[in-house]
Nanobody, 126 residues
Framework: QVQLVESGGGLVQAGGSLRLSCAAS????????MGWFRQAPGKEREFVAA????????YYADSVKGRFTVSRDNAKNTVYLQMNSLKPEDTAVYYC???????????????????WGQGTQVTVSS
């Protein structure tokens, strides 16, 4: 079992920045590829970014590429999502998730993830 707790959400103006954190406890953090997803009201949960167990491989949704950066610190059992140049359409509840996989895999699909956090709200005002 892995427990995931997100933090760092909030209200920000368009063009601003936020950094989300996701702290993991339980089984060995480095055993999991990590991902960020988001869900806006009335919409399905969508993939945002993911990082491999090694931390060397990352992948982003086209909508956030060049603006968001995912990283991880295996010593601190934490994954981060740095969000810059935020837009109103980035408003959503953001979830981190953990997926079993090989050292360099980048899990991208919802069903690949085994564990989920409770989410943190990000609101971008225009």
């Amino acid at each position: 079992q892995v427990q995931l707790v997100e933090s760092g959400g909030g209200l920000v103006q368009a063009g601003g920045s936020l950094r989300l954190s996701c702290a993991a406890s339980g089984r060995t953090f480095s055993s999991y590829g990590m991902g960020w997803f988001r869900q806006a009201p009335g919409k399905e949960r969508e993939f945002v970014a993911a990082i491999s167990r090694s931390g060397t491989n990352t992948y982003y949704a086209d909508s956030v590429k060049g603006r968001f950066t995912v990283s991880r610190d295996n010593a601190k059992n934490t994954v981060y999502l740095q969000m810059n140049s935020l837009k109103p359409e980035d408003t959503a509840v953001y979830y981190c998730a953990a997926a079993s996989g090989s050292w360099f895999d980048i899990p991208r699909l919802l069903h690949e993830y085994d564990y989920w956090g409770q989410g943190t709200q990000v609101t971008v005002s225009s």
